[in-house]
């Protein structure tokens, strides 16, 4: 019988979790902003025109930061359209996903909006249709206290304290041929330097972070990196890394084994970043921010059949089935994996655009299939990650060879005395028994086995079926003398939490 070994030591250490890993994405596409967060004739909108069913889903995921404004619409983005009287602000066309943009919500009220929903804001400046000057002024507005123009116009807004947003990215894809202001590594190495400077002159307390390939696969990977970072390297202090999965084809067990692509890339990047620094002889260590990531192909033949130039359209509204959920908890433990490089995460994106968190403008909201894989990382996964020893059985796809059937990451939460488990069994027919050994943990005991679970892989939760796929408790593992025997169900994403047993 087929069977999966572990062994872990609590002195082997990866690297302690930055919290920000459990970020994620809000554009201005689709009903991410318009009938996501901000919908002031919906009944349970707050006094800022905010849902409070959205809030209060995006609190209980914990999410510690969120990317704004884009992706794709950055590049294109006048950010002076979003502040000031709502009634001066202006309908523009707004060319990356053909809609029209109403300016309804702009920097100040996504501020607020992130203080309500207890995150903090990573912030993009547009270095497509602009460059330094309109960055380092959205940086002065933001961040300067008072007495200068921008810092007053801010005041005279309404918004008397600074925000302080720490993390500033230099645009976004600009490899992409679909970019508004799309350039070469030359130039766009050039125009992030720039901006660099006199946003880092602006606020010398801030981070950056620069735009890496859009996704492994463009033709430029990985010179981009190594050319963008030569001329950047001493100025930024992370770089990006994109990617989006699918599974077009219905071939499951290659869809399952993705997570090795990001493995991959993570392992790529980081080795490009150290490349420059060697050839830099610098001191100073570039890391990753890995700040879109997701499941997203679903929705793709119905937003191209949406007519361009209307507001807030129901663009990318993936519906995530019970295999999506479970690939997202492998790329989750991609990212933990790499926690001693990857310090910035953001699952993309948040809400009704290819979100854990769906609104319905006449109804309710509800939690997507993907909700509950992030939910359980954001929870349990802010803690030391160490090395486990995985001996599992391996399958080859398509695409990849020697997958193991079981994807695993411990993290060790050493002020609760909490040690949590995420695993998930790739076996799309068998129940994968496991063991794993604990060195250090002999006194930790079992919390709970939670594990989520469908017979049917296609499974999805939608607003008449919202609690079709949901977490369980599972009976089916047991803690003895240091040692975990569990049985993980075929198609399953597990956390297994253990405490110490005498823990108050
Ligand atoms: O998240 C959707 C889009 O994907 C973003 O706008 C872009 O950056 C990426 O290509």
């Known amino acids: 019988m087929k069977q999966a070994r572990v062994v872990l030591d609590r002195q082997y250490t990866i690297a302690s979790v930055d919290e920000r890993l459990f970020g994620s994405f809000i ?167 720039e901006a660099a400077k006199v946003m880092k002159w602006v606020d010398p307390s801030i981070e950056l972070v620069v735009c890496g390939s859009s996704n492994r696969g463009m033709p430029e990977f990985p010179q981009w990196e190594a050319t963008v970072l030569e ?3 001493d100025l930024v202090d992370y770089i990006s890394l994109h990617t989006y999965y699918g599974n077009r084809d219905g071939d499951t067990a290659n869809f399952l084994a993705r997570s090795l692509d990001m493995d991959a890339f993570i392992e790529s990047v980081t080795a490009v970043c150290d490349f420059v620094k060697a050839k830099k002889r610098s001191r100073k ?18 937003t191209a059949a949406i007519e361009p130039w209307s507001t807030a359209p ?66 349990y996964g802010r803690g030391t990650v160490l090395q486990p020893i995985v001996n599992s059985p391996k399958y080859d796809t398509k695409d990849f060879s020697e997958v193991p059937l079981l994807e695993m990451v411990p993290v060790f939460l050493e002020d609760n005395e909490e040690l949590t488990l995420f695993l998930v069994n790739r076996d799309l027919e068998n129940t994968l028994p496991l063991e794993v050994t604990l060195g250090g943990f002999e006194d930790y005991g079992l919390l709970e086995h939670v594990v989520l679970r469908h017979d049917d892989p296609k499974a999805t939760n939608t607003r ?26 075929p198609l399953s994403w597990n956390v297994i939490r253990l405490q110490r047993s005498d823990h108050h």
């Open 27 to 193: 554009e201005h596409l689709g009903r991410a902003v318009y009938g996501g967060i901000f919908q002031p004739d919906h009944p349970s909108a707050d006094e800022q025109g905010f849902r409070t069913d959205v809030l209060d889903l995006v609190r209980e995921l914990r999410v510690p930061t969120v990317r704004y404004p884009g992706g794709n619409f950055v590049s294109g983005y006048n950010w002076e359209d979003g502040v000031g009287p709502r009634e001066d602000r202006p309908r523009r066309l707004e060319l990356a996903w053909q809609a029209v943009e109403t300016n309804q919500v702009g920097v100040n009220e996504f501020v607020d909006w992130c203080r309500k929903a207890h995150t903090d804001v990573m912030m993009a400046v547009n270095l497509g249709s602009r460059s330094a000057d309109a960055a380092r002024s959205l940086v002065e507005y933001c961040n300067h206290p008072k007495g200068t123009y921008w810092s007053d116009l801010r005041r005279s807004h309404g918004w008397e304290m600074p925000h302080a947003i720490k993390t500033w990215c230099l645009g976004n894809e600009m490899d992409g041929s679909w970019q508004i202001g799309h350039k070469t590594a030359q130039e766009y190495g050039r125009t992030a330097v």
């Open 231 to 233: 001329h950047t390297y």
């Open 285 to 302: 260590t570039i890391n990753l921010s890995f700040d879109e990531w997701n499941v997203w192909f679903h929705s793709n033949e119905e």
């Open 314 to 379: 129901p663009q990318l509204e993936d519906v995530y089935t019970h295999e999506d959920a479970v690939l997202v908890g492998c790329m989750l433990i991609s990212l933990l994996k790499h926690a001693d490089r990857v310090k910035i995460g953001c699952l993309a994106q948040l809400v009704n655009v290819i979100a854990p968190i769906m609104a319905d403008s006449q109804g309710g909201a509800w939690r997507q299939t993907i909700f509950y894989p992030f939910l359980h990382a954001s929870l």
């Open 464 to 489: 008449n079926r919202p609690n079709n796929v949901v977490p369980q408790r599972s009976a089916s593992s047991q803690v003895d003398a240091g040692t975990v025997t569990a049985s993980l169900a």
